[in-house]
C-alpha cells in the first residue's frame, strides 16, 4: 500500500505543478475576486442545493445545519482540534 501512496502523492504533485505553469501572477490579482466568488458560491449555496435534491427521493430528514459542507473525514480531523475531542460527545458526532 504504500508504493500507491506514494505515487498518489507524487501524481497530486505533478498536477499542481503542471497547474502552476498555467497560471500568470500578473493575471491573479484580477481573477482573485471571481474566483473567490465562484468558490463561495459552489460551497455554501449550490452544494447544499444539490444535496438536498438528490435526497429528496429517498424522504430522508436534511440535519438542521446545511447539508454537504463537511464530509465525515473532515468532521474526523477537525475533531481532534477541539478540547473535548476525547469526549463522548465527540465521538457520536463522527
Avoid at 498518489?8 to 505553469?21: A, I, K, P
Avoid at 474566483?35 to 438536498?52: E, K, M, Q, S
Avoid at 464530509?71 to 478540547?83: D, K, Q, V, Y
Amino acid at each position: 500500500m504504500h508504493f500507491f501512496d506514494g505515487i498518489t502523492s507524487l501524481m497530486q504533485l505533478m498536477v499542481f505543478f503542471l497547474l502552476g505553469l498555467l497560471c500568470t501572477p500578473s493575471r491573479m490579482l484580477s481573477v482573485a475576486l471571481p474566483a473567490l466568488l465562484i468558490a463561495v458560491f459552489l460551497t455554501f449555496l449550490a452544494r447544499p442545493v444539490v444535496v438536498a435534491l438528490l435526497l429528496t427521493p429517498f424522504r430522508a430528514k436534511l440535519p438542521p445545519t446545511a447539508p454537504g459542507l463537511l464530509g465525515r473525514t473532515a468532521r474526523r480531523h477537525l475533531c481532534h482540534f477541539r478540547p473535548d475531542c476525547r469526549s463522548q460527545r465527540c465521538g457520536a458526532a463522527i
